[in-house]
Nanobody, 131 residues
């Protein structure tokens, strides 16, 4: 499995970005996936995630992004998206997508925010919100 993120860039505070995560080499629709971010001097933190297509595209988010960020997936394109609206300077970070290939929805729901849940990671894309 290979993951490639794109779509990062520089926006003003309150602006929007749409990140993409293209997967190759695996059964995309069967996997649970997530976005994490890591800002300067900070630990990697969970942004949100989306269940595999067999269960239905249920999503979960970190409280601070609820209502501003939206995760979707297009199984025909093997791509997951992160729409980020009303970006804040403190959300400046490298954003990473990650894949859990186990396919256990109950386990994923319990541990979705734990980086160790995921076997494969992209290289990251930088998103910057200027103040």
């Amino acid at each position: 499995v290979q993951l490639v993120e794109s779509g990062g860039g520089l926006v003003q505070t309150g602006g929007s970005l749409r990140l993409s995560c293209l997967m190759s080499g695996g059964a995309f629709s069967r996997y649970d996936m997530a976005w994490f971010r890591q800002g300067p001097g900070k630990d990697r933190e969970f942004v949100g995630g989306i269940l595999n297509d067999r269960i239905g595209p249920a999503t979960t988010y970190q409280d601070s992004v609820q209502g501003r960020f939206t995760i979707t997936r297009d199984n025909a394109k093997n791509t997951m998206y992160l729409q980020m609206n009303n970006l804040r300077p403190e959300e400046t970070a490298a954003y990473y997508c990650a894949v859990d290939r186990l396919g256990d929805a109950d386990r994923w729901k319990q541990y979705a925010n734990n980086p160790t849940t995921y076997e494969d990671w992209g290289q990251g894309t930088q998103a910057t919100a200027s103040s």
